[in-house]
């Protein structure tokens, strides 16, 4: 069966960190660029940043820059989201997502319009 899971998400006061993974199961994922996105409630879902499935191409939103790190362990079948500095405004579910089909080594996008996979989310809360 074809899944991308996360966790790692939870509560965590300002300033601190957590680090999402998204783990595949019943495919490669270091066959396809994996993005990871967010949607605040009342908001539309946002891009945060993207691997791309060779060379490790990334973008961030301006947003998350030099707070977030995107990477990929391939012998783990897992993409990770490194977040530092979270502020209150980083409160979202967080989802990761790919896209099946013939891209480009250094390709990935931060447009939600780009992916056709998605996983089902993990609750990210910034608060004191």
């Known amino acids: 069966q074809v899944q991308l899971v996360e966790s790692g998400g939870g509560l965590v006061q300002p300033g601190g960190s957590l680090r999402l993974s998204c783990a595949a199961s019943g495919f490669t994922l270091d066959y396809y660029a994996v993005a990871w996105f967010r949607q605040a409630p009342g908001k539309e879902r946002e891009g945060v940043s993207c691997?791309?499935?060779?060379?490790?191409?990334?973008i961030y939103a301006d947003s998350v820059k030099d707070r977030f790190t995107i990477s990929r362990d391939n012998a783990k079948n897992t993409v990770y989201l490194q977040m530092n500095s979270l502020k209150p405004e980083d409160t979202a579910v967080y989802y990761c997502?790919?896209?099946?089909?013939?891209?480009?080594?250094?390709?990935?996008?931060?447009?939600?319009?780009?992916?056709?996979?998605w996983g089902q989310g993990t609750q990210v809360t910034v608060s004191s």
């Open positions: 691997i791309s499935r060779r060379d490790d191409n990334t």
């Open positions: 997502a790919t896209v099946f089909g013939v891209y480009g080594r250094t390709w990935c996008s931060t447009w939600r319009g780009s992916y056709n996979y």
